[in-house]
């Protein structure tokens, strides 16, 4: 069974960091893309980051560039989301999940339960 | 804002159908042939219930069909059943650089 647990979200002050993983079972994580995404409360999904099979090709949403890292280790079955600087805007249930497909894109088939970040003084 | 239009609520009883919109553009919805649909119970993660505009993922009943025209995408759930009433949010390719983009989400209330 295909299971993705996310973990470390909490309360931090705005400029903090915090950093969140997603560990992955019931499949190989090397063979798919993977993704964070995330929810504010009361408003839609919104796309954070995407990193390629390898960890070589990363890509953010414009409101995170320079602020979040998205990384994987694929030895330990895991995805992870180091975020800094981080502002009262990024407070959000944040979900890792992975593609229907290993390479092009239909849908996220399998997601965390997600990890709340609260950014608040 | 969503980049994607969606009624915030939608209901129907038992048995009847509904069917849920989901509004964008020519650069998301409009432009490609990717549209996903995802049901999402309170506490439990999303699940994908409809990829490509129309094609379900093994397990997911026909009770749950996808349709595209234009900009405009919809899913239409038939023979309501009480487990139905959850969260559905649409989703859209969007280009390489956007890559997705979501809608805000429509609360079903089976009656």
């Known amino acids: 069974e295909v299971q993705l647990v996310d973990s470390g979200g909490g309360l931090v002050q705005p400029g903090g960091s915090l950093s969140l993983s997603c560990a992955a079972s019931?499949?190989?994580?090397?063979?798919?893309?993977m993704s964070w995404v995330r929810q504010a409360p009361g408003k839609g999904l919104e796309w954070v980051a995407n990193i390629n099979h390898e960890g070589s090709e990363k890509y953010y949403v414009d409101s995170v560039k320079g602020r979040f890292t998205i990384s994987r280790d694929n030895s330990k079955n895991s995805l992870y989301l180091q975020m800094n600087t981080l502002r009262v805007e990024d407070t959000a249930v944040y979900y890792c999940?992975?593609?229907?497909?290993?390479?092009?894109?239909?849908?996220?088939?399998?997601w965390g339960l997600g990890t709340l970040v609260t950014v608040s003084s | 804002q969503s980049a994607l239009t969606q009624p915030r609520s939608v209901s129907g009883s038992p048995g009847q159908s509904v069917t849920i919109s989901c509004t964008g553009t020519?650069?998301?919805?409009?432009?490609?042939?990717?549209v996903s649909w995802y049901q999402h119970h309170p506490g439990k993660a999303p699940k994908l219930i409809i990829y490509d505009v129309n094609k379900r993922p093994s397990g997911v009943p026909d009770r749950f069909s996808g349709s595209k025209s234009g900009n405009a995408a919809s899913l239409t759930i038939s023979g309501l059943q009480a487990d139905d009433e959850a969260d559905y949010f649409c989703?859209?390719?969007?280009?390489?650089?956007?890559?997705?983009?979501f809608g805000g989400g429509t609360e079903l209330t089976v009656l």
């Open positions: 019931g499949f190989t994580l090397s063979g798919y893309w």
């Open positions: 999940a992975r593609p229907l497909y290993s390479s092009g894109w239909a849908g996220f088939e399998y």
């Open positions: 989703c859209s390719y969007a280009g390489s650089y956007t890559f997705v983009v």
């Open positions: 020519s650069s998301n919805v409009g432009g490609y042939n990717y």
